[in-house]
């Protein structure tokens, strides 16, 4: 069965700091780039970050630009959002997914293939 499973979601205070895990099983996700995103209660859901299957290109949305950095390590199967000087905005349900197409500094194009369920992220004091 191919998916991807999230993890390292939590409740954290503002000003902290959480590392997300994207682990892919039943396929290997060096062929594809992988994006994250965000949906908050009542919110649309937002395209956070993005890194091509290299991992030469990534895109950051404006809202996380120089908090979070996307990783990924093909040898465990695995991307990683790391999250620095977390906001209560950026409280939301977190979401990999796995896709083909172009990532740049600007904008991510891609088609996704296959999404986790998510991990839940608390900023709050």
């Known amino acids: 069965q191919k998916q991807l499973v999230e993890s390292g979601g939590g409740l954290v205070q503002p000003g902290g700091s959480l590392r997300l895990s994207c682990t892919a099983s039943?396929?290997?996700?060096?062929?594809?780039?992988i994006g994250w995103f965000r949906q908050a209660p009542g919110r649309e859901r937002e395209e956070v970050s993005c890194?091509?299957?290299?991992?030469?290109?990534?895109y950051y949305a404006d809202s996380v630009k120089g908090r979070f950095t996307i990783s990924r390590d093909d040898a465990k199967n695995t991307v990683y959002l790391q999250m620095n000087s977390l906001k209560p905005e950026d409280t939301a349900v977190y979401y990999c997914g796995a896709g083909t197409g172009t990532v740049g500094p600007t904008q991510a194009l891609i088609q996704y293939d296959y999404w986790g369920q998510g991990t839940r992220v608390t900023v709050s004091s």
């Open positions: 890194i091509s299957n290299s991992a030469l290109s990534a």
């Open positions: 039943g396929f290997t996700l060096d062929y594809y780039a």
